[in-house]
């Protein structure tokens, strides 16, 4: 065990709850055409963190959303924007106006908005998929760390490192409060999470798929069918990202496996797909971002028993670690 | 949580240390060129399960490496068998005259060879990837099951399916002792895995980069000056190995993102490039197989030493659960 896991983990209150002010340090992850304000809130009343996505919303429909998180709970929430879109100055600004107190910032450097936030007034948590950028995103100033494995949906590391391998990886060099993401969908992943180092756990697949969730239906049904190997890592070469098999992804395959080029690729990709899959319900021909677990998830269900079963399963499991089977 | 965990999990003492005999639910992975005599005995004498890799051995090589381990340990050891090999039945029948009493089997259908080796009074575990194949296994009657993650060294499932994704999967399907394998090299990782679901682990990386493994001394330094993200799944076409980085590693990577064909990639391999670069020393043009976790193994140690450690972290994550933090 090194010093650092040491210094920060034994003789301290949950961090990432108090950090954000929450009941429980459950984070819904931010996903494009799933994460709106029916999300968001229905999280945040849950006792979570509930997180627009702002990745899919202009800066007037992220706005209307802010808006009517706040009219539909009293509990802190937060926005995840990835900083690798070209209005992100306008969203930063909005979000200030908007009085948003918690951001979640990825796809970008930590340095760039980290301080401006904070000054005023807003917490920071920045997601890395390997250690170098969690030790970046620490210098830069960040107030927590989402690390994030292979196995997530969505868009993802090169590296392709487990959230297995990479929680102790980050562990390893920081003392940030830590969230882990990627593969958490239940009570048992969030405690094994926890175990491994993590302050907190990020949740996205098992809230994409919940009543609250704003993607289209045919979206969550597919989820809820999929089995084990029905996800797959693509588009390597452009940005990786984990999708659902299905007539579009398919091709993405075949095209990657024949050796095409970037270019290529783009063209294949096109644009819009992610919005004509998860929020228009074309379950041919849209990008159906989800991740491994999605073969774990049986139902759709309301944010409230989503938690609900996380939190007893969580309680049953801590339990039953007293048990002499884990004694040795 | 679903009936068959309730069911499997809550009142009973260890079912790995129990059916295995040994102190501790730790099973070295039989790894080829590195799991000989002098690893698996020193892996049972510390109170685990050693696994000697029949995979990289002639006939009369095995028996003269079960010989060595009965010579120094008196604790159980077993041998790992994979059935893709053509000279498997002058195996197995090597394995019932010499005595083994615990055989684990990979890489081929459970059917064939569990019920032989039952009735010589063996016990049997099956090594899969996926929750289908566990089912298989289950029917066929073995003792245990290891499921094995993506981020395992060596041979590989085709889903990529991750450790933390797969335990709870297979978790579902069977009620059978089960052993978590792959991204395990630490007490945090061992008791997040038997939060998961599991009764023990499985742990490769670790112990081939032991003091006592019979890896080649450069193979060893390779693995613990390696970083996040050195090793990759590679030849998917063929059979999806994991590797660390090199030059002939590299040269696949390419291959592969040209698309070239099997035949293409087969002529590639070559043969004996496990043997050239594990055991011979040759980081360049060998094969070179390891787990992602090799960027967290950062010394070779004696095996006694490695045990010591993941038992006192298991011991200090399992004490700190009870603490304040953990509570909610």
Partial sequence: MNSVFQKTMIFMQNRISQLFGIQYPVIQGGMIWCSGWQLASAVSNAGGLGLIGAGSMRPDVLREHIRKTKAATEKPFGVNVPLLYPNVEEIMQLIVDEGVKIVFTSAGNPKTWTNFLQNKGIKVAH????????????????DAIVAEGFEAGGHNGREETTTLVLIPAVRAVTALPLIAAGGIFSGRSMLANMVLGADGVQIGSAFAASEESSAHENFKKAVIYSKEGDTNLLLKQLVPVRLLRNAFAQRIETAESEGKSKEELSEL????????????????????????????????????????????????????IQHIRFDF
Same sequence: chains 1, 2.
């Fill in 127 to 142: 997601v890395v998929s390997n250690s170098k950028f969690a030790q970046k995103a620490d210098e830069a100033g960040v």
């Fill in 269 to 320: 990709l096109g644009r819009g797909r992610a919005k004509l899959g998860m929020f228009e319900g074309d379950m041919t021909e849209g990008e159906l971002e989800i991740g491994q677990v999605s073969a774990l998830i049986k139902s759709i269900k309301p944010v409230k028993h989503i938690m609900d079963d996380i939190l007893l399963e969580y309680r049953t499991a801590k339990a039953q």
